[in-house]
T-cell receptor, first 116, second 112 residues
Framework: EAQVTQNPRYLITVTGKKLTVTCSQN?????MSWYRQDPGLGLRQIYY???????DKGDVPEGYKVSRKEKRNFPLILESPSPNQTSLYFC???????????????FGPGTRLTVL | QQQVKQSPQSLIVQKGGIPIINCAYE??????FPWYQQFPGKGPALLIA?????SEKKEGRFTISFNKSAKQFSLHIMDSQPGDSATYFC???????????FGKGTRLHILP
């Protein structure tokens, strides 16, 4: 089954404790992206990647890191989480150039993160 | 100039009614306007998309109307059903730009 998977689905952590949210897709998509969803703010893009070793900032990159060492994986790293990073996070993938080539994005099921 | 303004924030409609969700943008370089549908506990999924060379696109009960001069586009759901209850996001992007901008979402509830 073609899908985007995220782990963990739920995470409660404390301020300053480094964490990684994994994202994997089995559709051989070039484009991958991370979003956060907050009430009243909609979906905001954190980082995206056009292909292996190519990453760039979205609209809200502060406090996050990403890497793209393999085509299928795009982990989101919070080196020192803070309470304002409590949110629902979505990973997405898309064939070709993603939005720049009018391609659909396929979203994962989400990771609900709480930072105490 | 990169914003996409979506309204209303929430909407309640009787079954069979026609909910309408509106979006407005400023950047005239945007040339791809998708709508995503999100059910509770799930990730968003593409519902329908339009490019500005047409004024309307219909897929089943879902229609996008696009007004290029007004820089507005809207989603209409014909013969709405309780199963259409979800959050809807409009979005905009432009050719050769890797980013996509989403609206803040509309929570739609269809009453049985």
């Amino acid at each position: 089954e073609a899908q985007v998977t995220q782990n963990p689905r739920y995470l409660i952590t404390v301020t300053g404790k480094k964490l990684t949210v994994t994202c994997s897709q089995n559709m051989n998509h070039e484009y991958m992206s991370w979003y956060r969803q907050d009430p009243g703010l909609g979906l905001r893009q954190i980082y995206y990647s056009m292909n292996v070793e190519v990453t760039d900032k979205g609209d809200v990159p502060e406090g996050y890191k990403v890497s793209r060492k393999e085509k299928r994986n795009f982990p989101l790293i919070l080196e020192s989480p803070s309470p304002n990073q409590t949110s629902l996070y979505f990973c997405a993938s898309s064939p070709g150039g993603g939005p720049s080539t009018y391609n659909e994005q396929f979203f994962g099921p989400g990771t609900r993160l709480t930072v105490l | 100039q990169q914003q996409v303004k979506q309204s209303p924030q929430s909407l309640i409609v009787q079954k069979g009614g026609i909910p309408i969700i509106n979006c407005a943008y400023e950047n005239t370089a945007f040339d791809y306007f998708p709508w995503y549908q999100q059910f509770p506990g799930k990730g968003p999924a593409l519902l329908i998309a339009i490019r500005p060379d047409v004024s309307e696109k219909k897929e089943g009960r879902f229609t996008i109307s696009f007004n290029k001069s007004a820089k507005q586009f809207s989603l209409h759901i014909m013969d709405s059903q309780p199963g259409d209850s979800a959050t809807y996001f409009c979005a905009a992007s432009k050719h050769r730009d890797d980013k996509i901008i989403f609206g803040k979402g509309t929570r739609l509830h269809i009453l049985p």
